[in-house]
């Protein structure tokens, strides 16, 4: 701890990697057995959220008739460059974009439909910053 201390860390995850590439080859319900059994337990979530957090990283869903895709950017992106991950041409002649928060939708409403109905769905222009977790429709 005093080498991290010293380096001015902020996060120290202590994880095996042998056990998390083991963990990663199991089937889940096996994966959660043996970490029973051995009173272990996998640091990959916390090692992915942290690494998230420290790198200043967000997620943002787009969702279509057909599919949902999970997007991932900087936080405080601007609605037309969180638009240029997906295409570079949905960034030059982005105009404005519909959203949906997803932590106002997910507990709440069952549908699109009821999102735009209960007034959750809005529309944002260029100067939008993206929040973690916005569905763009």
Same mark, same amino acid.
């Given at each position: 701890?005093?080498? /991290?201390?010293?380096?001015?860390?902020?996060? /120290?995850?202590?994880?095996?990697?042998?056990?998390? $590439?083991? =963990?990663?080859? !199991?089937?889940? @319900?096996?994966?959660?057995?043996?970490?029973?059994?051995?009173? /272990?337990?996998? !640091?990959?979530?916390?090692?992915?959220?942290?690494?998230?957090?420290?790198?200043? =990283?967000?997620? #943002? !869903?787009?969702?279509?008739?057909?599919?949902? &895709?999970?997007?991932?950017?900087?936080?405080? +992106?601007?609605?037309? %460059?969180?638009?240029? +991950?997906?295409?570079?041409?949905?960034?030059?002649? #982005?105009?404005?974009?519909?959203?949906?928060? #997803?932590?106002?939708?997910?507990? &709440?409403?069952?549908? @699109?439909?009821?999102?735009? @109905?209960?007034? =959750? &769905? &809005? $529309?944002?222009?260029?100067?939008?910053?993206?929040? %973690?977790? %916005?569905? /763009?429709?």
């Amino acid at each position: 701890m005093e080498w /991290v201390k010293a380096r001015g860390a902020d996060q /120290v995850i202590p994880f095996c990697a042998s056990l998390e $590439q083991n =963990l990663m080859a !199991m089937e889940p @319900e096996a994966a959660a057995a043996y970490c029973a059994e051995n009173e /272990v337990q996998s !640091m990959m979530s916390r090692i992915i959220t942290t690494g998230y957090h420290e790198l200043h =990283l967000i997620h #943002f !869903m787009t969702a279509g008739s057909d599919e949902v &895709r999970c997007w991932t950017i900087r936080d405080g +992106c601007k609605a037309p %460059d969180a638009a240029g +991950c997906i295409h570079s041409d949905m960034k030059n002649g #982005f105009i404005c974009a519909e959203v949906m928060a #997803f932590r106002m939708t997910s507990k &709440r409403l069952e549908s @699109e439909a009821a999102a735009r @109905e209960a007034g =959750l &769905r &809005r $529309q944002e222009g260029r100067n939008y910053t993206m929040a %973690d977790g %916005d569905i /763009v429709v």
